[in-house]
């Protein structure tokens, strides 16, 4: 499905829920307050993560402050778990979640996406040690490490539908025994301990074990990745001035090469088509 198809998708509105935002009030105190508050997670690199210094760093932070920048504002970040972030009560505590989300059937009930700003393999990693485990499907009813709340949980629990995505997911793992943690990083954290010590395998996103590797971490992808996704910005549910301007912005972004400049800078490649 192509870009701007993705993008018209994330204009679509409806009803406000009874503690939803409503028409126009982010915008209005984004810019009256000068700065735009966003929903990061301090672990998970290249995406977001704390350098040296404290400091927030990674794709999906230089992708929120570009985003800032271009509204005229400052930008503060905060850190709610992930599985606050998509029950999609904010209650005003935060503008924007610029945090890799795939747009899902469920997240849509409680959620806007106004815009779709790049895509990325799912995939499945073991421990280097591991010779079991040659392809996905060997993973069948093994011991497999996700974030909570994650598409890869529901991936692994057959029910994960990719919002407007209009055709079947392939589903090559089978009775998984699934264990959540609060990020992807910590069930990676929990694979390198050993083959088989307390995971499998882990399924994440394929930039994030790329990542850890590159860091030291002893483990390896597995096969090809198993669904690709879309990755969107996501709000509370009800304020079109505010999805419309988001969406105004990603789309400038995309057509001057700023978020394919970014994806280049954390990736490697462009993962922004």
Request: aromatic letters at 8%.
């Amino acid at each position: 499905m192509n870009r701007s198809k993705w993008l018209a998708l994330g204009l679509v509105t409806t009803l406000a829920l009874a503690s939803a935002a409503q028409a126009g009030e982010v915008l209005d105190r984004v810019m009256s307050n000068g700065v735009m508050v966003m929903s990061t997670d301090a672990e998970y690199p290249p995406q977001s993560f704390l350098n040296a210094d404290g400091e927030f760093e990674g794709f999906d932070i230089d992708v929120g402050k570009e985003i800032a920048e271009r509204l005229g504002v400052g930008i503060e970040f905060v850190t709610p778990g992930w599985e606050v972030i998509t029950t999609g009560q904010w209650n005003g505590r935060w503008d924007v979640s610029v945090g890799s989300m795939t747009p899902t059937e469920a997240r849509a009930e409680v959620l806007d996406f106004p815009a779709i700003y790049y895509y990325t393999p799912a995939s499945l990693a073991v421990h280097a040690d591991n010779t079991d485990i040659q392809t996905p499907g060997d993973a069948s009813g093994k011991r497999i490490g996700v974030g909570t709340a994650t598409t890869y949980e529901s991936y692994l629990n057959h029910d994960l539908q990719i919002y407007g995505l209009g055709q079947p997911i392939p589903y090559v793992i089978d009775d998984a025994q699934i264990q959540t943690y609060e990020t992807d990083a910590l069930a990676l954290d929990e694979l390198r301990l050993g083959d088989g010590v307390r995971l499998d395998a882990a399924m994440t996103a394929l930039p994030t074990i790329l990542e850890a590797i590159k860091g030291g971490y002893p483990i390896k992808v597995v096969g090809d990745p198993l669904f690709r996704e879309p990755l969107s910005l996501a709000i509370e549910k009800g304020d079109p001035e505010w999805s419309a301007k988001l969406a105004e912005l990603v789309e400038a972004m995309h057509e001057d090469g700023t978020l394919s400049e970014l994806s280049m800078k954390w990736y490697g490649t462009d993962l922004t088509q």
